[in-house]
């Protein structure tokens, strides 16, 4: 019982029971129970909470023990509680009764003052509606008067009413007091029209759908094409007389009325259009002076020198400081669209890049016309404006820059392909040596189309990046050519590209690849010297990253063909130890001397002479000077280091040979003495036919090392050598190296 009533079970409550949660007000028994079921079975969550409900009985029951006094003392104090409650419902009923009175009266006026409004909001709607409709009708009114009103000659001018024109324009009166003449004053009064015309626009934009608007539309029409003649007479007549005054006022009207397209195709056919057609007709029997070609720079300059004379003052006009006419845009949609008109109507073989040569010329000549027409621009947003035009961007489209860029890829690259095809390296006459600095002619073909590339006469700028890839391309080929082909006379086998045609390399003589190594030495020079100097000077604009990126490109290129020169050295190497091995097969035949016989050696053989020949006379051909010092020592010392290798090979490989063969014989000897008691004393003192082979090896190489002296190279400093010499050199003489 003592833990039913005061005993503490909080400490015996798990950790997944919580009371505190009973008592939140968004307590929800089902939410409770899912969120637990998953963990808790469901006999022990129902044991838990019967035992919280003792323990909550519990605390009842000491709450009631404690204020048991104040309990029973409640009931006593609540003495006639139902005539205390109808006192007091009374008074709230007559409170309820005025506040519903007061609400419905509220409500009412509310209801009323809302119908007001609606009816004044109606009719302030219907008053505007009314007032522009007046003002429309007023306007049309005005414009029709002002339109009839304007004067068409002098005559006409001195009948105007003065007192009119100054309530038409506070500035007119004075204007005319002045001087101001017939077509200043009409285009005075038509840049007073336009602006009522524009005003009018905005009413039959707001009232556009009512039917007294849809009747008027025919005279707001009559009015419109009023204007616009009228308009476009006054501005002809000012361009004509380049009355700056008067177009000005034109201009204003045309960009008040917002029909700029109008001026500027007024400006085109009345002005730069009769000018571009005398120098480029749209018929070529009408050329001056009979010329019918399709060059357009002398075309450029000409109209250059007409839009300066007869177009400027035009421009200076719609590009004034704070004038708004801003809007108007006469160098593309007037000048370039008549250029542009005149081109493809009198000159269409301009734009065709069939022509590579005259391609380029007049796509260069046409930016820059593009770019002397910019210089009229006033400010940086002004060139901004007059690229983005649509002519404008017709105008570049004409010229298909791709199509040229393929045909020259198709000529630059086609030709260095067709060169390296041929099956035999071709060298330079000795005419175009003294020109070129190159000897073969696949080098001269790369380097020309290299420079092709970056030339004045080929390059666009606007490709670059595409002149750059071809120039690695064409790098690229060559470097693989030459590997190939490399690869291919080592292998003996042509067959195995012979996309590459690497047969030329296995027809190749030795001294032909001195050629390649001077070739290959002075494109690696010009890469990284005034060729790289010439990329970057052409694309000096680029950031500095992108140059970075170039010149790294170049290097990477520079170094692909630097790689080859080890492998060019090889071949060579090769190529002369093969003929020099030919001669040191005769070693061979030492053996046969010397076998069976007596015979000791006494000087050196004759094949010994023979084994530098090829590289001595490799050594003084007439093509060595194009090699340099540190190329030729480097075929030097390795031809030699090679063809010792090769020597001491075969050398031991014959002693070798011979030592094994003795004691064969010897042991055939000494098994058949043996047979027949015979002592074998005798032959112990003879010199062994292994003896005499290494005294002729040691008298040849001592030889060898003299002719290799001869060359200029050191015969001790070659291992093979030195092994070599211990091999066959008596004991009393292994220790130094003379000869």
Same mark, same amino acid.
Request: proline share 3%; aromatic share 8%; hydrophobic share 40%.
């Given at each position: ?83 205390? @409650?109808? !006192? ?69 001018? *001195?009948?105007?009413?003065?007192? /009119?024109?100054?309530? #038409? ?76 005054? *008067?177009?000005? $006022? ?11 397209? *109008? ?53 200076? &006009? ?24 005149? #081109? ?48 404008? #961007? ?50 001269? @073909? ?11 006469? &080929? ?9 750059? !890839? ?28 012979? @996309?590459? $045609?690497?047969?030329?390399? #296995?027809?190749? /003589? ?122 030729? $020592? ?11 290798? !090769? ?93």
């Amino acid at each position: 019982m003592a833990d039913l009533f005061g005993g503490d079970t909080s400490e015996s409550s798990p950790l997944w029971f919580d009371p505190s949660s009973f008592l939140s007000p968004s307590f929800d028994p089902d939410a409770y129970l899912s969120s637990l079921r998953s963990f808790v079975p469901l006999d022990s969550l129902s044991r838990e909470l019967r035992h919280h409900l003792a323990s909550l009985k519990s605390e009842l029951l000491d709450l009631v023990n404690r204020d048991y006094a104040d309990f029973v003392s409640l009931t006593t104090r609540l003495v006639d509680v139902d005539s205390a @409650v109808a !006192r007091m419902r009374a008074p709230v009923a007559e409170l309820r009764d005025k506040v519903e009175g007061f609400r419905s009266a509220v409500a009412a006026a509310l209801e009323s003052l809302e119908d007001g409004l609606r009816q004044r909001a109606e009719a302030a709607a219907a008053r505007e509606v009314l007032e522009l409709l007046l003002d429309t009708f007023h306007v049309v009114s005005k414009v029709e008067k002002l339109i009839k009103e304007l004067p068409s000659t002098p005559a006409d001018l *001195a009948r105007t009413d003065v007192s /009119h024109l100054e309530k #038409i324009n506070g500035a007119s009166l004075q204007h005319l007091e002045n001087g101001t003449d017939l077509r200043e004053t009409q285009s005075i009064l038509l840049e007073r029209i336009a602006s009522e015309m524009n005003r009018l626009k905005f009413y039959i934009s707001h009232a556009k759908d009512l039917p007294f608007i849809e009747n008027m539309e025919k005279r707001i029409q009559n009015v419109t094409l009023l204007l616009d003649g009228s308009l476009g007479h006054c501005f002809v007549d000012g361009l004509e007389h380049q009355d700056a005054n *008067a177009i000005y $006022n034109c201009l204003r009207a045309y960009a008040a009325i917002d029909n700029t397209s *109008a001026a500027e195709e007024i400006f085109r056919e009345t002005i730069v259009a009769p000018l571009i057609q005398k120098v480029i007709p749209h018929d070529q029997s009408l050329a001056p002076n009979g010329a019918s070609s399709d060059e357009l720079e002398m075309d450029y300059q000409q109209i250059a020198q007409c839009i300066e004379k007869d177009c400027k003052f035009l421009l200076e &006009i719609s590009s004034s400081a704070n004038s708004g006419l801003h809007v108007f845009d006469f160098l593309a949609n007037s000048i370039l669209k008549e250029v542009l008109y005149a #081109i493809q109507k009198g000159k269409p073989g301009a734009f065709s890049p069939g022509r590579p040569k005259e391609f380029l010329k007049n796509y260069k000549s046409s930016l820059a016309f593009l770019a002397c027409l910019e210089g009229y621009c006033p400010s940086r947003s002004a060139v901004s404006k007059f690229r983005s035009e649509t002519i404008y #961007i017709d105008f570049m489209r004409q010229w298909n820059v791709g199509v040229y860029f393929s045909l020259r890829f198709q000529e630059i690259a086609g030709s260095l392909d067709s060169t390296l095809m041929v099956p035999s390296i071709t060298p330079v006459d000795s005419n175009q040596l003294k020109q070129q600095k190159l000897t073969l002619k696949q080098s001269v @073909v790369l380097l020309e189309g290299l420079k092709s590339c970056w030339s004045e006469d &080929i390059l666009v700028i606007s490709f670059s990046d595409k002149f750059l !890839r071809l120039s690695l391309q064409l790098l690229s080929r060559y470097s693989t050519w030459l590997s190939s082909g490399l690869a291919a006379r080592k292998e003996h086998n042509a067959s195995s590209d012979t @996309v590459l $045609n690497s047969e030329w390399a #296995i027809a190749a /003589h030795i001294e032909d690849f001195i050629y390649v190594i001077h070739d290959l030495g002075y494109l690696v020079d010009e890469l990284t010297g005034d060729y790289l100097e010439d990329i970057l000077r052409h694309l000096e604009s680029c950031s500095a990253d992108v140059l970075v990126l170039v010149k790294q490109s170049i290097l990477q290129a520079k170094k692909s063909l630097a790689d080859c020169l080890p492998a060019v050295v090889d071949t060579m190497i090769e190529g002369i130890v093969k003929k020099s091995v030919e001669d040191l097969r005769q070693l061979k035949g030492i053996t046969a001397t010397y076998r069976m016989t007596n015979k000791l050696p006494v000087r050196h053989s004759p094949y010994v002479s023979g084994i530098l020949r090829p590289l001595k006379a490799f050594l003084e051909g007439d093509r060595i000077v194009l090699l340099t010092k540190e190329t030729v $020592n480097e075929l030097l010392l390795g031809t030699t280091e090679r063809i010792t290798n !090769r020597y001491y090979e075969i050398a031991a490989d014959v002693v070798n040979v011979a030592r094994k063969t003795e004691n064969s014989l010897m042991r055939i000897r000494q098994g058949a003495q043996r047979r027949v008691g015979a002592s074998s004393d005798a032959s112990d003192n003879n010199i062994s036919d292994t003896e005499k082979i290494c005294m002729q090896l040691f008298l040849d190489i001592q030889e060898y090392g003299r002719n290799l002296a001869a060359l200029g190279v050191n015969a001790a400093e070659i291992p093979a050598y030195c092994s070599f010499w211990q091999f066959v050199a008596p004991e009393d003489k292994q220790a130094k190296i003379i000869f």
